[in-house]
């Protein structure tokens, strides 16, 4: 187990190695140079010299590259181009609101879905089957900022129930803060509880056709007990691929959430960065995302160790 | 011929038909501005009602149409130009370094879901339909990779494939000639999978404004657009997102019924 | 009163009929074997003593165990029989086990769903129990996996499960089937004992009629869903009524008539030969281990002779097979075809590979689905120069489909319309298309039902009549190999252990492996003695 998780760990730190290569470059191909965007055209060239100078831009590549990653290691992402202010203080502001959105939403439609999933295996072929699977294939065609806006119409606009975006900050206590995620973290979860679901029901089913079930109902286990017993357990690997997969998913949907219900969070800022031509926060923000994505990864590696003893004896 | 299938192949070919008949016929110009008429809900002569301009929303939509449909196609084909051969590849020098680059390689780009491809690129290039294909299509690739590499792994361990090694052929035109044919079944669902998800996915670079930029119509910019009006005028939301959902639906609904279609005919061959 | 009493069952599926009038019994303590060819329907009766038959299945009739009939038990009731008063054991044991749980959760689960006794006592009697199938607790702690155990030691662990509650009737379908003959052996004999010790009764579905002449008391013959025969085992053999018992008898241990040898002059060498596998990597900065799988191996196979190629799963003749193709490269030695070398500098040569084709064992695996049968027998003409196009083509397939007993017009039609034994034969035309010298059967016959496999193996002699072939024949069945070879290679953990003329190797094995080997090996009993010793008695 041990040897398993270091193994998943030097794979992790290699793929955050090349996505930070991979990044930088692309970000340096961008045409133009930050420090004559920032001071205007009609900036004098010592001037753009002494900021090019401050933003560390004089130096080669490599060494700016060792700069970027060593001080993002340190949890120093750079200075803002625009803002002029660290940009790691903005990113951990931002972080509040997108962070929290994605794991409500994580656990909304895990919630969910694994119910409806198991519920549509049980009853293979049956009406409640049928109701299942006919309600996660509309849920899988929905646009979850679609689907926003039109939660956004019932809920906010007609019943009043939310309010219709922004958001009320952590320091109005946490119920309060809760309720502004809620909206969003429904319409960006359940379009992916329906694809979970499905993962569930398909995976059970394909269990189901397992040697060790037919052992199990000859041991004298009825249908239902087979299936909890030996089969949920064993359906876990494929969704948990999935929901490791989703979150990478979650991430980039916040952003585009965030936009319909005018949350400040790292959707936002990177929009505006983008607008601005403030590459250091849009490089930033990438990283994170990424950092992200790959850490949940490893974190389904660990939790496929946990589930399946095969994985665990092998070195 | 089973009802997902025709269901999903009604549906989409409507939608297909639609981005066909708009390059020669749309009831109105689908750029003609008409401010009198503006915000009119849908009625006997606008089917789908107007937007803040006056314009005719199912113009639009059907214009939309052409420009979901190209993404999504284009994409789904870089994917699968790019994806297939490297997923051939990887299986046909299984374990080799090839096999270890490729499947690394793969990794490491679903590490980049397609909206943060697309802010990349269009933080350096700005912001274009091209770039939101280039996004979808390089997530597309590591997906149809994979799925090469799963279905003809197993294919490679097959007693056909040793026959065929026997006969000396080489590992490339094994490849092309029992892998691939064989993979195909696996490769269609797959791609009218992927290909709903781009519509999917453009439509919400196209809302973020990422996507196609104006004046192509698009959906997801109908969308944009229609937020801030969507208390005093829904059907500008409603209309281009029941396009989008009936259009997925409808390819979903095809790739299910098309799995559901060519499998049992594989078992049969196979038991 | 009879433990197990089945009269006039019939079972339909989808409206298919699977089982016609089939009526048998079973008493306690005794083995009853249920045999017959694929078809025939043997399973299915298990599955519905057991009641885990497919949705929309019919049965009529009756299945008595012990006075109740379980046709006409719910669901429920019938989950308190499975179990608790029968108990199962499957065909396949490397799939039959929950890979997630350890096999000490799996055994005491057999005991928890019954709530026969406390957890603490459960765990005790799984622990007794995988004792007395010959797992000890040190070796095999409850904690173990089934990954961590092998073939035969799974299916000890579905052996203790089955028996973990005592029950009156344990099912056994096909148990040893997918084992080596060695641990067939170990494991046909624990559940003799067994019987014994507990007085249950054993109901044993195998399509092995050797099998079945050392392990049951009686017999029931099936075909086609309907017993043809059933009687005392003994009595049975030694007077057997029925044409098709008798055909199914003289099929299991078909003879063929084999052309002689011609003087030894050799056409395949093979010289010290080694096979490495590297394996992953255990240590980070270490170098890979390597495992060896062929050790050195050498042979010479003469021209015009067959030779045999026997061992168990793992011993290295599926490597050393490949070697010999030229499709896996050699880490030592040389292997020569005609005095050419298989594989020059990693790149096949194809003089040689002409000169040398192979026929694999699964006849469903070894086609391309979506060509026709001309296209898949005309593959090796890849080989040639010159490879005949336009009406020589035609002769040619024609020429190979007739060869094996088919027609011409066969050439035209996909491999689904064919049968297993069909599909084989295909397989042997594509072998024999392009003239090869050599040809070598990887379990070639093993797949096959014993009636279809006589048949292929009298072709086999009469092609190597004709043609003048040599071959090669890799199998673990050593009564196969005996009527098919002249001489024998015995192969144990990726070394020749043993080789020489078959008849001198099977009648007088020098080698303590070989000699294990033959003694495990079910035989056919001799008739004239049986009916000789039943006269006596």
Redesign the interface.
């Known amino acids: 187990m041990v040897r398993y998780s270091l193994?998943r760990l030097?794979s992790l730190i290699l793929s955050l190695a090349i996505a930070s290569v991979v990044i930088f470059c692309v970000i340096e191909v961008a045409p133009g140079d930050p420090a004559s965007f920032m001071l205007g055209i009609n900036a004098q060239p010592d001037t753009v010299a002494a900021l090019r100078a401050e933003l560390g831009l004089d130096v080669p590549k490599w060494l700016r590259y060792l700069h970027w990653v060593g001080g993002m290691l340190q949890g120093d992402f750079g200075t803002s181009y625009t803002y002029h202010t660290p940009v790691s203080g903005m990113i951990a502001d931002r972080l509040w609101v997108s962070l929290p959105l994605a794991l409500y939403a994580l656990a909304f439609s895990t919630l969910i879905a694994f119910p409806a999933g198991i519920y549509a295996a049980a009853r293979r072929g049956k009406a409640g089957d049928m109701a299942v699977m006919g309600a996660t294939q509309l849920g899988v065609a929905i646009p979850n900022f679609w689907f926003a806006m039109v939660m956004v119409l019932i809920f906010a606009i007609n019943l009043r129930w939310f309010s219709a975006g922004g958001f009320a900050g952590w320091d109005k206590g946490f119920f309060a803060a809760m309720k502004s995620l809620t909206l969003p973290a429904i319409s960006l979860g359940l379009p992916q509880a329906a694809i979970l679901a499905r993962v569930m029901r398909s995976a059970l089913l394909d269990i189901l056709g397992?040697?060790?079930m037919?052992?199990?109902?000859?041991?004298?286990?009825?249908r239902r007990?087979a299936l909890w017993?030996?089969g949920l357990?064993?359906a876990m690997i494929p969704v948990l691929t999935i929901i490791g997969l989703q979150f990478a998913f979650l991430m980039a949907g916040a952003i585009i959430i965030e936009n319909v219900f005018y949350l400040p969070g790292l959707g936002r800022m990177v929009f505006q960065a983008i607008s601005s031509r403030d590459l250091i926060v849009v490089e930033s923000v990438v990283m994170l995302l990424v950092f992200a994505v790959i850490l949940v990864n490893f974190l389904v590696d660990l939790a496929y160790a946990a589930?399946?003893?095969?994985l665990r004896?092998r070195? | 011929m089973n009802r997902n299938l025709l269901i999903g192949a009604v549906l989409s070919s409507i939608v297909v038909l639609a981005a066909l008949v708009s390059f020669v016929w749309t009831p109105f110009d689908y750029t003609a501005m008409n401010i009198p008429d503006k915000l009119q809900s849908p009625n006997a002569v606008h089917w789908f009602g107007t937007d803040h301009f006056g314009r005719d929303i199912f113009s639009m939509i059907m214009v939309g149409a052409r420009t979901s449909i190209a993404v999504a196609l284009v994409a789904v084909g870089i994917g699968m130009a790019l994806g297939i051969p490297l997923g051939l590849a990887a299986a046909a020098r299984k374990g080799s370094w090839v096999d270890e680059v490729i499947m690394r390689g793969n990794d490491l780009v679903f590490a980049f879901p397609s909206l943060v491809i697309a802010i990349l690129i269009t933080a350096v290039f700005g912001a274009g339909a091209v770039n939101a294909i280039i996004a979808i299509g390089i997530f597309n690739i590591p997906v149809f990779a994979r799925i090469t590499r799963g279905g003809a792994l197993s294919l490679w361990e097959?007693?056909?494939i040793?026959?065929?090694?026997?006969?000396?052929?080489s590992a490339s035109r094994i490849s092309f000639e029992?892998i691939l044919?064989?993979v195909m079944n696996l490769l269609i669902v797959q791609g009218t999978i992927q290909f709903s998800l781009g519509i999917l996915a453009e439509a919400g670079l196209s809302y973020i404004g990422l996507g196609a930029q104006p004046p192509t119509p698009s959906w997801g910019r109908m969308l944009a657009d229609a937020q801030t009006m969507v208390s005093l005028a829904p059907h500008l939301a409603l209309v281009p997102g029941i396009a989008i959902v009936l259009t997925v639906l409808g390819l979903n609904l095809m790739g299910d019924g098309l799995r559901d279609h060519l499998d049992p005919r594989?078992r049969?061959?196979?038991? | 009163m009879t433990l197990l009493s089945i009269q006039n069952l019939s079972l339909s599926i989808h409206k298919t009929e699977i089982l016609k009038d089939v009526s048998l019994t079973v008493e306690s303590g005794e083995i009853v074997a249920v045999t017959g060819e694929s078809g025939s329907g043997k399973s299915m009766t298990a599955m519905t003593v057991?009641q885990?038959l497919p949705e929309l299945a019919q049965t009529r009739g009756s299945v008595v165990l012990d006075g109740t009939d379980l046709l006409k038990l719910s669901?429920?009731e019938m989950?308190?029989?499975?179990?608790?008063s029968v108990?199962?054991v499957?065909q396949?044991p490397m799939?039959?086990?929950?890979?997630?749980?350890t096999i000490g959760d799996q055994v005491a689960?057999?005991i928890l769903?019954?709530d026969a006794m406390p957890k603490d006592k459960a765990y005790a009697r799984a622990r007794e129990v995988l004792d007395r199938v010959g797992l000890p607790a040190e070796r095999f702690p409850l904690t173990r996996?089934p990954?961590?155990l092998s073939g035969g030691q799974r299916q000890r662990v579905?052996i203790a499960?089955?028996i973990a509650l005592r029950p009156k009737l344990l099912i056994a379908d096909e148990p040893t089937t997918a084992l080596d003959v060695t641990t067939q052996a170990q494991i046909l004999d624990l559940l003799k004992e067994l019987v014994a010790e507990f007085g249950m009764g054993l109901l044993m579905i195998t399509h092995d009629l050797a099998v079945v002449a050392d392990m049951a008391d009686r017999i029931t013959v099936m075909r086609y869903g309907e017993v043809v025969e059933t009687g005392p085992t003994r009595q049975l053999l030694a007077n057997m009524q029925h044409p098709y018992t008798r055909a199914l008898f003289e099929a299991s241990g078909h003879l063929v008539d084999l052309p002689p040898a011609p003087a030894p002059k050799p056409l395949l060498e093979v010289r010290d030969v080694v096979r490495d596998y590297r394996l992953?990597?255990?240590k980070?900065f270490a170098p890979p281990g390597h495992f060896r799988a062929v050790k050195g191996v050498s042979f010479t196979l003469n021209r015009g002779e067959r030779l045999g190629l026997v061992g168990e799963s793992g011993c290295g003749k599926s490597t050393l097979t490949r070697a010999l193709?030229g499709?896996e490269p050699i880490q030592g030695g040389e292997i020569l075809l005609d005095g050419q070398p298989v594989l020059s500098e990693g790149k096949?040569n194809?003089a040689v590979?002409r000169k040398?084709?192979?026929v694999?064992?699964?006849p469903?695996?070894?086609?391309?689905?979506?060509h026709r049968v001309d296209r898949l027998i005309t593959?090796?003409?890849?080989?040639l120069d010159n490879p005949p196009t336009g009406a020589e083509r035609e002769k040619a397939i024609g020429e190979a489909l007739t060869a094996v007993g088919l027609k011409p017009s066969d050439a035209k039609k996909?491999?689904?319309e064919f049968s297993g034994g069909q599909r084989q034969r295909i397989?042997i035309a594509?072998a024999l298309i392009i003239r090869p010298e050599l040809i070598l059967f990887d379990e070639a016959v093993s797949a096959l039902d014993v009636s279809v496999r006589a048949q292929i193996l009298d072709l086999l002699a009469e092609l190597c009549r004709a043609y003048n072939l040599t071959y090669l024949f890799i199998s673990h069945d050593l009564s196969v190999v005996r009527t098919v070879t002249d001489r024998v290679l015995v192969m144990k953990s990726g070394e020749i252990v043993e080789q020489g003329e078959t008849e001198q190797v099977f009648s007088n094995p020098q080698h303590p492996y070989t000699q294990t080997l033959i003694a495990a090996a079910p035989q056919l009993p001799d008739l004239d003695e049986l009916k000789r010793s039943l006269t006596d008695a």
């Open positions: 193994k030097l397992e040697d060790f037919r052992t199990a109902r000859a041991k004298g286990l009825t007990q017993r030996h357990r064993n589930v399946d003893p095969r004896s070195t | 097959r007693e056909f040793m026959a065929a090694r026997v006969a000396g052929k029992h044919p064989n594989l049969v061959a196979r038991t | 057991m885990l669901e429920s989950c308190r029989v499975r179990g608790q108990g199962m499957f396949e799939t039959a086990l929950n890979p997630v749980k689960e057999t769903i019954h996996f990954h961590e579905v499960m089955a992953p990597r255990t980070l193709l499709l096949p194809l590979r040398m084709q192979v694999f064992q699964d469903f695996g070894s086609f391309n689905p979506r593959e090796p003409f890849h080989l996909y491999i689904h397989a594509r």
